[in-house]
């Protein structure tokens, strides 16, 4: 039986939203100065009007028991702020699984909802926390492509801090800056097949846009000086007892363009553990930003 | 009708046939300079007149870069270095926010009349 959670958290947010009213608020991605890009593998922290599209490609070793296997998977999420601090996203997905010899597997992926709320933000330092609740509902997907028919709830814990902040002896650290997420995926039945999972990822990014405009002019061309070169991380391990599940982690190295509303990230993962595989996959993302534009159009510009 | 009427029906009629927006004229032609410094304009309110000339004038040593973007009018700049000036003019009266992608606390309002 599914959680009563995040029904209950989404008639909140709407209740909310109808008490608070909509409003148009400009940089949901920012703090200070800081300019975040949207990262392609860990989470933002960010409650935003946005859309995101992003296909993975990841290959599967063989093993005694099966093939190699190609898998491709493409996934969408819209998200709307409810309020300016609180928001609600939708994700979905479709996946190819392509085992060398065999036929095909694909189909969707379980429906996935999220509720944000952004309770912390200082611009001084460049930093601001978020926690929200994922709801996968499960059975909602295909079971050939293994969606799982436990739905989870995910309480989870988000956070950025750019680095603007240091002193001017270490100036050209001022453009890094990280961001994470730290979760408890916990199941609608949980089971040594299915345990609750600690789910944590992060970034560590180098803004060189931000190094152009607030550390030192050096120059670069446009294209350049648009890039984030970046380096992730995510991990999930057994919060609970567990027959097979074990712990799974991936680093990706990457680069994020960032234009005026949009960023496109590009990735590498590369398993760093033995159940993550043992081939490099990779991701890009296309992320755009549409703060402001529905309430432009609805109720006109304000000054 | 009066003499000064019947030549301004006559520019008009001419202006029409010719493609010229006759009565689309700028109408001020000052020059208002601001100064951006220490990643801030260094004013946060301007009012000029619509036809006149704002220039951006970067005494910062990082680049800059300035944008409006409302529903009657748009304008995004290319990247502004140091020592660079950038050039706007509003065709339109109107309240406008100016501001820049690079340092999104930078915000000036444009008050055109």
């Known amino acids: ?303 | 009708m009066t003499a000064t009427r019947r030549h301004r029906q006559i520019l008009v009629i001419i202006g029409t046939l010719l493609g010229i927006p006759v009565g689309a004229v700028a109408v001020g032609s000052e020059i208002h300079q601001v100064v951006q410094a220490e990643r801030k304009f260094q004013t946060t309110a301007i009012t000029i007149a619509r036809g006149d000339l704002l220039r951006f004038a970067n005494h910062d040593p990082y680049v800059h870069q300035i944008y409006v973007d409302t529903r009657n009018f748009a304008f995004e700049s290319d990247l502004q270095p140091p020592n660079e000036l950038v050039e706007l003019r509003f065709p339109t009266a109107g309240v406008y926010q100016v501001m820049c992608h690079i340092h999104p606390t930078m915000r000036l309002t444009v008050t055109v009349q």
């Open chain 1, 1 to 303: 039986m599914a959680t009563p959670l995040f029904p209950a958290c989404a008639a909140l947010a709407a209740l909310l939203s109808l008490v608070l009213g909509t409003t148009a608020m400009a940089g949901p991605y920012v703090a200070g100065n800081r300019s975040f890009p949207a990262t392609p593998t860990t989470e933002d922290p960010f409650v935003a009007d946005e859309f995101a599209l992003s296909a993975k490609r990841t290959r599967e070793a063989s093993t005694p028991s099966s093939p190699t296997v190609r898998d491709t998977e493409i996934e969408a999420e819209i998200g709307k702020r409810l309020t300016q601090n609180l928001g609600l996203s939708f994700e979905g997905g479709y996946e190819i699984e392509d085992p060398v010899g065999r036929t095909n597997s694909y189909g969707f992926e379980n429906f996935k909802a999220t509720l944000k709320y952004q309770f912390f933000k200082n611009e001084a330092h460049e930093s601001l926390a978020t926690f929200g609740v994922k709801r996968e509902f499960g059975g909602t997907g295909a079971a050939r492509v293994d969606a799982d028919t436990v739905g989870t709830t995910t309480p989870t814990f988000y956070f950025g801090k750019g680095f603007g902040d240091l002193g001017d002896r270490i100036a050209y650290l001022k453009p890094f800056a990280v961001t994470g997420v730290l979760g408890y995926q916990v199941a609608d039945r949980r089971s040594t097949a299915r345990p609750d999972l600690i789910i944590a990822g992060g970034s560590i990014q180098y803004s060189l846009r931000y190094l152009e405009g607030n550390v030192r002019y050096l120059g670069l061309p446009e294209f350049i000086e648009r890039l984030t070169p970046l380096v992730e991380f995510s991990y999930s391990t057994p919060g609970t007892r567990s027959s097979g599940t074990t712990t799974t982690g991936v680093i990706a190295p990457g680069v994020i363009y960032s234009g005026n509303y949009f960023d496109i990230g590009l990735e590498a993962l590369i398993p760093a553990t033995r159940s993550a595989g043992t081939n490099v996959g990779f991701i890009a993302n296309f992320h755009w930003r549409f703060d402001g534009i529905l309430e432009s159009v609805f109720f006109g510009d304000e000054p």
